[in-house]
């Protein structure tokens, strides 16, 4: 057997694993990178990027169906559209396969051994790789997990021609005419918004008793809206079970226990995903865990010193841009460099319509806070460009202003996400914002404004209580 040794072994080339290679290796540690599918993971090849072209296909086309019917307002007439989904597919694959080239292109000039293959733990300091040319043992100072995560199935609903994840889902090779989607969660409802924007007719169950549970309350109400004014038909409280006998309808059962059948060529189930810790060895190693997922500490390291482990694996948020940043901590521990995960927030984007930022909390446990609200109807901007819904609200601290949360509704605001996201990180009190010039007309402005209305807030309960005192 081929024997390879490294300072780092990384097992998983999603955007955790890679991050941290190619943050190793810019550091000048000896990196092995284990991928058995593509470079990229879950997030470049069947996640984030085919998922934001898909939204961009159905967006646009949406955008020339309303003007073909005369919607808008703007005087632009257009013929009906026509999809060629081909096309469309091919275009969404060159969209992968363009970042994809270019992440193999960096990994390679910076020097990081990529081993296309299957990698199973032996210890915490070794693993082998199974390749099409053969076993490789790699022995290694330091061993970091990205394995990742997988959809999970509902026992009811196994997959099948009918029933789909994500991933069969981002390949469209037909729009079907009805689509039940199972869960109003991230996925559910970027990917829903995007087929009834394609042109199926749209069924979203939801277990809870509101879209995106897990965000304030008023953030998923304007994701219903705006799936309402879509067509999408959205069933809260309401379970999915199984498939009709006939294979054509979704049995779902509501809080109160009556059923409904409703019909469906295709049902997506997107009710949350597992991570991947079965096949590879990590039962032999019995890191202590934290419910399905790997415990980490600070440094995301394991209960074994020397392990590692980042990303999906190691729980919520599932995210992207958070598997990197434990990632690029990682590396950077591994080099020597006095790393700790200390990270303020994460920020959250949904692409739905409207997108849905939110960064920070909304509540400083018992202690007060102030909140100011700017609506997207005040801004030049968010008129000028035809769609005016949504908000950017900002949440601060009564007592020093500083601000702990900053959330947004509305078109195009995912690219406020960067400004919301560092001024908390840097530690902005209110009084940052106004005093900073923001661009003009912008929706950034809105972030301005919200802090403009906090401190008015902060300013009306000074005023108050220094009467009632
Ligand atoms: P993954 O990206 O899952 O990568 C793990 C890799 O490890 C895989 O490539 C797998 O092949 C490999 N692997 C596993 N076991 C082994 C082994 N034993 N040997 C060798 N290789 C192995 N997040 C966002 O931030 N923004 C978004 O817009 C977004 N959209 C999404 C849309 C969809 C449809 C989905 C499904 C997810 C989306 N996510 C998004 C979530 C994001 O994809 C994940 O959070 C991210 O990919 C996690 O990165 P990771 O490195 O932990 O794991
Ligand atoms: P999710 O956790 O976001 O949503 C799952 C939803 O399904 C929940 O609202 C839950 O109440 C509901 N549910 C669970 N069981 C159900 C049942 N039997 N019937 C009806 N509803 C049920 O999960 P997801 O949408 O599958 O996404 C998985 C992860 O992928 C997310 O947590 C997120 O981290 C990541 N993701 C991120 C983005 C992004 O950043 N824009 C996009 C897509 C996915």
Redesign the pocket.
Known sequence: MEQLTCALLV?????????AALRAADLGVDTVL???????????????????ALIHVADELDRVRRSSAGDGGLGIRATPPHLDLVTARSWQQGVVGTLRSGLEARLRSTGVRVLA?????VDGKS?V?TTSAGEVRVTAAHVLL??????IELPGLPWGSRVV???E??RVEAVPERLVVVGGG??GL??GTAYAKLGSQVTIVEAADRLLPTLDADLGAAVGRGLEHHGVDVRLSTSAEALAPAGDALVTRTADGSTAALPADEVLV?VG?RP?TD???LEDLDLDRDGPFVAIDDRCQSSMAGVYA?????GE????????AQ?ELVAEVVAGLPRRWDQRCVP??M?TDPEVVTVGASEDGDNPVVVGRAPLAASGRAHATGDAHGFVRVVARAEDHVIIGIHGVGREVSELSAGFAIAIEMGARLEDLTGSVLAHPTRSEALHEAAVAALAQSSRLTRSTKRSG
């Open positions: 097992v998983g080339g999603g955007p955790g694993g890679y991050a284990v991928e058995a599918g593509h470079a990229g993971g879950t997030c470049l090849n069947i996640g984030c990027i085919p998922s934001k293959g299957w990698a199973t733990l693993a790789v990205a394995t990742g995560s997988r959809p994840s994500s991933t889902a981002l991230y996925i970027e990917l997107a995903r991947v096949g590879w060895g980042v990303g999906d694996l190691t948020p599932m995210l992207a841009h958070r598997a990197s990632g959250a984007v692409f």
